[in-house]
């Protein structure tokens, strides 16, 4: 999948070449999948929105800390803070959570310790 006309990445940051913003990989948070958009979180709170499907940041945040952990949600595992074991959601900087998939929550068990 060629993301080369919508974004660059490079230098630790995603580079959005028509919207003209310039996002920091670490500051991102978790993004999330609505339909063929995709909501991108970041740590100082503010949130963009892209016409992109999520399998696009998937793609190409793949080199980075990045988890994917739910059809909707992939994860910066760096903000990762705590598991809530009653919603079964990973609990994220800014209070932010997002849902732990069944499927794949006995695979991130291993990979992430905060879920023992």
Same mark, same amino acid.
């Given at each position: 999948m060629s993301f080369e006309n919508f974004c660059i990445v490079s230098q630790g940051s /995603? =580079?959005?070449k028509f919207q003209k913003i310039k996002i920091a990989i670490e500051d991102i948070v978790m993004l999330q999948a =609505? %339909? *063929? &958009? !995709?909501h @991108? &979180? /970041?740590s100082d709170g503010k949130r963009f929105i892209f016409a992109r499907t999520i399998k696009l940041f998937e793609d190409m945040l793949k080199d980075y800390s990045f988890e994917r952990i739910?059809? !909707?949600f992939i994860i *910066?595992? =760096?903000h990762l803070l705590g598991y809530d074991s009653k919603t079964e959601s990973l609990v994220l900087s800014n209070n932010l959570k997002a849902n732990l998939s069944r499927r794949r929550k006995c695979q991130l068990k291993r990979q992430l %310790? @905060? /879920? *023992?």
């Open positions: /995603l =580079d959005f =609505d %339909s *063929n &958009y !995709t @991108v &979180y /970041l739910h059809k !909707t *910066n595992c =760096d %310790s @905060v /879920l *023992n």
